[in-house]
């Protein structure tokens, strides 16, 4: 059987830097991976020859004598590659573990641990929550260090298995006739001591970032709603997904509108000769101002409905209404002139000051005495 090259397998140049080989061999070892690929004898076999390449080209030793003498060079010196699947994990146990956090010494191989959710408060004005609107936000979070590929380590070599452990992540006591297994507190059960720290991130493999990201704020939004952007909180460890981003909605108040359901409400001032004589007022809506008309004797507190000038309606097509409330206004100031006026109106209307007050009273102490 022909070998195949091992820098083409992995699609790489013979001048390949090792971080490429890594990264490029989990990219491969992710995609035909076993479990994710149940029964497919071609994918097995293209996990298996990138896992062998991978164990030759990430070791300088092995490279360079594969470089020099090829698939020969390497038989001579009692490497024979991979018979299958099985012997790819017993081979690569602690390698696994820091490409994909796969547990194979364990029982199966499990994922890491997911990332946490964050959480973001956006301040959004009156109208953007009506209408919706796209904002950009700039979230801290965490990233996998650029310099290390997030394992950590100044170069691949410098990752060596924790020496408290043995590289389990967990140290057994004794206590008398009981064993206890507790996490390796030197590794915090990783299992792993980095030689050499990553100078990026000072080994810890993560990275403090600003990450700008656009929010869809949908029409109809109400204050403390709040989003959900999935797998944009905190990365994912060994290999784990990330967690989720949640944005908080905080609407500002309106100067003129409040808002009830997907209708907005406001007051509209109008004066006593406007509501006894009708008149045709602007209100301000939420995209501008229209025109309402007020019939002749219209009382204070009267609301006049605007169909369809309210809040678009969150999951579904339409909008709320507006709704405008008439306040009649009393002016706390006459000159002599609009007094005069005022007392002839009430004396031809027969609501002279004096009268109506005794009236009333009048009415008053009827109904106490019922
Ligand atoms: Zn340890
Ligand atoms: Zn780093």
């Given at each position: 059987m022909i070998k195949k090259d091992y820098y083409e397998i992995l699609g790489l140049g013979r001048n390949a830097s090792q971080e490429e080989v890594k990264k490029t061999y989990r990219k491969l070892a992710l995609k035909f991976h076993p479990d994710r690929n149940q029964g497919d004898k071609q994918a097995e076999e293209r996990f298996k020859e990138a896992s062998e390449a991978y164990e030759v080209l990430h070791d300088p030793q092995k490279r360079q004598v594969y470089d020099q003498f090829g698939h020969a060079g390497l038989e001579g010196r009692g490497f024979h590659g991979f018979g299958d699947v099985g012997d790819v994990f017993s081979a690569f146990g602690d390698i696994f573990g820091d490409l994909f956090s796969f547990d194979t010494a364990g029982q199966g191989r499990r994922a890491g641990r997911r990332g946490a959710d964050l959480r973001y408060d956006l301040q959004i004005s009156f109208v953007d929550a009506a209408f919706g609107k796209k904002i950009s936000i700039e979230v801290p979070r965490h990233e996998s260090c650029p310099d290390c590929s997030g394992t950590?380590?100044?170069?691949?070599?410098?990752?060596?298995?924790?020496?408290?452990?043995g590289g389990k992540g967990s140290v057994i006591h004794s206590q008398g006739f009981f064993s206890v297994s507790t996490t390796c507190s030197r590794c915090r059960g990783e299992g792993k001591f980095i030689e050499h720290p990553c100078r990026g991130c000072r080994g810890h493999g993560l990275v403090s970032k600003k990450r700008q990201l656009e929010v869809k704020i949908p029409g109809g939004i109400e204050d403390s709603n709040r989003l959900r952007l999935s797998s944009e909180g905190e990365p994912g460890t060994g290999g784990g997904p990330a967690g989720d981003l949640y944005v908080f909605i905080r609407v500002k108040e309106h100067p003129l509108f409040t808002r009830h359901g997907d209708d907005v409400v406001c007051q509209a001032p109008i004066s006593f000769p406007q509501a006894v004589l009708g008149c045709e007022i602007e209100v301000p809506t939420l995209e501008g101002t229209t025109k309402l008309t007020i019939p002749h004797g219209t009382p204070t507190g009267k609301i006049f409905r605007l169909s369809g000038l309210g809040v678009q309606h969150l999951h579904g097509r339409g909008r709320g209404h507006q709704l405008v409330q008439v306040e009649i206004q009393v002016p706390k100031k006459l000159s002599a002139e609009q007094e005069k006026l005022l007392r002839e109106y009430a004396r031809l209307t027969g609501d002279d000051i004096a009268p109506q007050k005794e009236g009333f009273l009048k009415r008053f102490a009827q109904k106490k005495a019922n």
């Open positions: 950590g380590a100044e170069t691949d070599t410098a990752i060596k298995p924790c020496p408290d452990c």
